[in-house]
């Protein structure tokens, strides 16, 4: 049995009980090594196989593999295993098996509800996640979905927002959205989230500083209505108060 | 002080560790009654202001008076509270008070996670949450999301599709997206999540039922890549495997 757990952010406070409950039950851990790190307390005398950045599908094929054993697998997944995380691929690799090798996505808080809940309450209304890694993506579907978006008012929530590979592509993103989102519209960034590291920073559409931003930060852009008090972000959800 | 306590979709086992402990030191609980019953075990002898649908606002104004007078209060809300729950509502509320009342937001797992879980993978790629509700939002607001949604190819998580005081809504919204969404696109639609009487049902753009869906489902519609399998939904990522 594969379980694909979604530890959340960062911290074992913002992880599920069922997360916790599945680590703790698991015969083997199976997980990026910079995510291992972050779980070690679950880990002790487990048989664990990590590896690095990119290695995806092979970490994956291995966890197949020690299931098909017998054994019990918990593939750990940052945030949730199911928004851009290991579920998916755990899942098309086991449709193609001809054996049943049965799957269980345990889910978690991903990256943009936690940035959210630090920076006050901006996805309260309508909003969209779109990733800006085109590793996998043609970099012209991002564009389309980053237009659309800001035309249809979503409050937006980029994941993999800048690498050294890209550092580029939010700049171009807030250009393509500047088509509709106006200067004063409010943006969160909250680096680190749930980690012994976190920063966030409040400002406007047209004072974003890029260079505050990397690929372990959560950038969320406000709709109209979104407002700044304070040190936090609110966007309305319609009450008359 | 305030906490607005995501407790996740339903089951102890999807609430977060701080969510749980914040429940358990709280002076005071405050939710709507259909909440306040999902979490009788952190209740016992604590003071419990509830009430029902519809009276979020006398609610949360509660909750602020209450903090007021020095005690800790958690205020519920089903799913992650920062999304269409109640704190955007509280610090609405808050932010207009003459002293400051302090308010945490303690993320959960909202309910489009909890049931893409359940269904496999549907949101592995870019998605967007819509709510069809219109009692807060006018709506051609929503159409015009529905429309740039479906055109974006965003996998598209609906809230509150479905009411009986708005049963067309839904078809609705399917007729708008049906400009861009293919009739083969899978659709997973999931009721009661994390609780007792939860059920889910497989089905694709043409053969949705309308009637299987009520204020408490999510549905879920996938993008161009998204495909059945067995009784799973996937989304790729865009791996090749």
């Given at each position: 049995m594969i379980y694909v757990v979604g530890i959340g952010p960062g911290s074992k406070d913002m992880m599920t009980l069922e997360a916790i409950k599945t680590m703790e039950n698991a015969d083997v851990i199976v997980g990026y090594k910079t995510y291992i790190n972050l779980i070690t307390e679950f880990i002790r005398d487990k048989e664990v196989v990590s590896?690095?950045?990119?290695?995806?599908?092979?970490r994956c094929k291995r966890a197949v593999e020690i299931a098909k054993e017998g054994k019990n697998v918990a593939v750990i997944s940052s945030g949730d295993a199911g928004i851009y995380g290991m579920a998916g691929l755990i899942l098309e690799l086991t449709s193609k098996e001809e054996t049943e090798v049965p799957v269980k996505v345990v889910p978690g808080v991903t990256a943009s509800i936690g940035a959210a809940a630090i920076l006050g309450a901006p996805i309260m209304h309508d909003f969209c996640h779109i990733s800006l890694s085109d590793l996998l993506t043609p970099w012209e579907v991002i564009e389309k979905r980053l237009r659309l978006a800001a035309e249809a008012d979503f409050v937006v929530c980029l994941y993999n927002p800048r690498s050294k590979?890209?550092?580029?592509?939010?700049?171009?993103?807030?250009?393509?959205m500047g088509e509709f989102k106006d200067g004063s519209i409010p943006v969160g960034i909250v680096k680190d989230v749930g980690r012994e590291k976190e920063e966030k920073f409040v400002c406007t559409f047209d004072t974003m500083d890029f260079e505050r931003v990397d690929m372990t930060t959560m950038v969320i852009i406000g709709n109209k209505s979104t407002f700044i008090d304070g040190d936090k972000i609110i966007t309305p959800r319609g009450y008359t108060v």
């Open positions: 590896n690095g950045m990119r290695q995806e599908i092979d590979g890209r550092s580029e592509h939010l700049a171009k993103a807030f250009e393509i």
